[in-house]
């Protein structure tokens, strides 16, 4: 994930049409304006506080994961424009089956300590990654990997004085070095889409270096990225530079990009207006109440769908919420369309499921009745549900602006259920994810989500599959967990796709978070540069920014 990660519009991305692609396809991209821009020149941007230290396989937020994007280089990566999956380091990834893929490296790609990135370093970054006693967030990706069990282990109890005995393996039995620039991987089952997952920032390689002092490289991570990591100086500013051997096609153009961290969107806005900064990600909620963001930007903004979705999650730990039909009431209590069309400007589509419209598997209505406001429903089926007594907390972080949005679904939850709703701010993202991943909150918490590589899948086992990394409501089902093996191992992609489909209509039966609304990002930027373009997850091209 990204607990709001990354987000995708695209129709149909096959791992076939990967395979078969010996090096990145697709056509230029437009240059806005190409008679004025120039590349060069430095550009800041809206960033926020990352959760953990920079390291690959344990950033699965935006805050960290827009910074590593930069800095980082993959297998794989993804168009602009509709996230096709190209090769970047790959020269070739090839299977027969979807269970034993061969990966072929182009030779002289480096990293930013100027050494080469050889199998290796992508051997032993995933080997780290998996390893339960290095407590890595994203493990959860390479859990297809053959041998991913052995290097798993149990805290008897749960932080307790005991120790969780150490694992049985410390590397996956499914990698293999072949030679440099060579390395095989085998899955415990088949995985037909493993070549299109291969681009997100778990799997990125790792220096040598990295290995000597961990510690060090999270504060001042090495990758293979058009971008240097320069420093990160705590609640002020991230600061990347060009790097002038980059190795891959998508060639840098600002010569520094400065993140500079705000508490709430509203100051980042202001500076936007003012100048002070060049890029926002996303304008305000308050903004965007008639449409006062196009008229304080004049020209220096645009709308665009991206498949992401945001939804609200109910803690397992809260026994007033455990009845299924409490949550079911909840859900038929909020309307959605009023509130994006008042709060949102009619900028957000109510969401009938689990998965954004332009995903390859979309069906619409997966959440049923559930998602429909009803507020008589709502009273009756609360009743049946025994009825809930006391405060219901609602989580959200005040770096996103959510403010608006989350006062007014409470206030429908309050009128049309008599629930007492009340919203709980934290003060930035990083710091609420610490409280959820604590299980010391109870209620309600908004997250969103953002695609991290193309494919329905990641849209249900990353926040649903048990124990995975982003199911901050612990929702459980072997049901649901064997729909997502099946569907994985079916090479057939509309087969799989069913699969998927159903598992997702078990959502619905079961209501572990409501979907609230899909995705569209409204980006502003200042008047030095010129149009951004934003990328199909739904994040501003920062690499291609040019100025006037």
Same mark, same amino acid.
């Given at each position: %994930? ?69 800095? !980082? ?5 993804? &168009? ?13 990834? !090839?299977?027969?089956?979807? =269970? ?28 780290? &990654? ?5 407590? =890595? ?14 290097? =798993? ?14 694992? +049985? ?82 060639? &840098? +153009? ?60 109910? !803690? ?11 949550? =079911? ?16 400007? +009619? ?17 619409? $209505? ?5 998602? !429909? ?58 710091? %609420? ?10 209620? #309600?918490?908004?997250? $969103? ?64 978070? #409501? ?27 920062? $690499? ?5």
């Amino acid at each position: %994930m990204r607990g709001t990660t990354r987000t995708v519009a695209v129709a149909g991305i096959s791992a076939a049409a990967l395979l078969l692609a010996g090096c990145g396809g697709g056509g230029e991209e437009e240059t806005p304006d190409a008679s004025s821009a120039k590349a060069g020149g430095d550009i800041s941007v809206e960033g926020c506080s990352p959760q953990n230290p920079l390291i690959p396989s344990n950033t699965s937020e935006t805050c960290g994961g827009n910074v590593l994007d930069l800095v !980082t280089a993959k297998l794989v990566s993804y &168009a602009t424009k509709d996230a096709k999956p190209e090769m970047d380091i790959a020269e070739s990834i !090839t299977t027969s089956d979807n =269970q034993n893929f061969e990966v072929k490296l182009k030779k002289g790609y480096k990293f930013h300590d100027g050494t080469e990135v050889k199998a290796k370093n992508f051997v032993d970054a995933w080997n780290y &990654a998996s390893y339960f006693p290095n407590g =890595q967030g994203a493990s959860y990706f390479f859990t297809p990997f053959e041998g991913y069990a052995d290097l =798993q282990s149990e805290d008897p109890d749960e932080d307790g004085p005991q120790k969780a005995p150490a694992p +049985k393996a410390k590397e996956l039995s499914g990698l293999k070095v072949v030679d440099d620039h060579t390395f095989t991987i085998k899955t415990s089952e088949k995985v037909s889409n493993l070549p299109v997952r291969l681009g997100y920032t778990a799997f990125a390689p790792l220096p040598d270096s990295f290995f000597a002092d961990p510690e060090a490289y999270g504060k001042k991570p090495i990758g293979a990225g058009p971008y240097e990591f320069v420093s990160l100086t705590p609640d002020v500013d991230i600061k990347l530079k060009k790097f002038a051997d980059y190795s891959g096609k998508d060639a &840098a +153009k600002p010569d520094n990009i400065t993140f500079k961290i705000y508490a709430d969107d509203e100051t980042a806005y202001k500076d936007l207006i003012a100048g002070t900064i060049d890029v926002m990600e996303q304008v305000p909620t308050s903004a965007l109440i008639g449409e006062a963001w196009k008229t304080d930007l004049q020209g220096r903004a645009a709308t665009k769908a991206v498949a992401g979705i945001t939804h609200v999650g109910f !803690t397992k730990t809260d026994p007033r919420l455990s009845n299924v039909k409490v949550r =079911q009431a909840i859900s038929m209590a909020v309307n959605r369309q009023e509130i994006t069309d008042k709060i949102f400007n +009619k900028g957000r589509v109510p969401a009938t499921g689990w998965v954004p419209p332009g995903i390859d598997g979309y069906a619409a $209505g997966a959440c049923g009745e559930a998602c !429909t406001f009803d507020a008589a429903k709502a009273k009756t089926t609360l009743a049946e549900g025994g009825g809930f007594t006391g405060t219901l907390e609602f989580a959200y972080n005040n770096d996103g602006g959510h403010k608006e949005w989350v006062e007014a679904t409470c206030n429908q939850i309050k009128t049309n259920t008599g629930i007492n709703c009340v919203p709980r701010p934290f003060v930035d993202f990083s710091t %609420m994810l610490k409280e959820l991943e604590s299980r010391k909150f109870n209620g #309600m918490f908004r997250l $969103g989500w953002q695609m991290d590589y193309p494919s329905i899948e990641n849209f249900l086992a990353p926040l649903y599959g048990t124990d995975a990394d982003s199911n901050y409501q612990d929702y459980s089902s072997p049901a649901f967990d064997k729909l997502l093996n099946d569907a994985a191992a079916d090479g057939d992609p509309a087969s799989s796709n069913s699969k998927y489909q159903e598992a997702e209509k078990l959502l619905g039966q079961d209501l572990p978070t #409501m979907p609230m609304w899909y995705t569209a990002r409204q980006t502003g930027w200042s008047d030095k540069v010129n149009t951004v373009e934003v990328d199909a997850f739904g994040v501003p091209d920062y $690499g291609n920014v040019t100025l006037k």
